[in-house]
């Protein structure tokens, strides 16, 4: 399984985050694909946890996302509609946190 693959399919949610994290920073940050990949897991991976503490590939791809391209349209798009909508209470409040620090800037 290439790691595209892993971040988005595999059973275990561990090695999604830890191949959401290589993806995001072990390739080229203008490569086009790696942000629709990123933005596709924000949205549509399966996790959603009880506790904030608890690993999620989905928080992981958001993260990566803020970091590497803060000044896309489309990320202040996604972060919002994040903050808003998102069923899992804990991605939503993160993505509040961080939609007020991306409106700072």
Avoid at 42 to 50: L, S
Avoid at 65 to 91: C, F, M, S
Wanted: with cysteine; aromatic share 8%; charged share 35%.
């Amino acid at each position: 399984m290439h790691l595209k693959q892993r971040a988005q399919f595999d059973d275990d949610k561990y090695v999604r985050c830890a191949a959401v994290q290589e993806l995001a920073h072990g390739w080229c940050k203008e490569d086009s694909e790696i942000f629709e990949l990123l933005c596709d897991i924000a949205i549509n991976d399966p996790v959603y946890r009880d506790y904030d503490w608890q690993i999620s590939p989905r928080q992981t791809a958001l993260a990566d996302i803020i970091e590497l391209y803060p000044d896309r349209p489309q990320t202040l798009e996604l972060v919002r509609d994040l903050a808003q909508n998102d069923r899992d209470q804990n991605l939503r409040e993160f993505a509040q946190k961080k939609l007020a620090e991306l409106e700072r800037k």
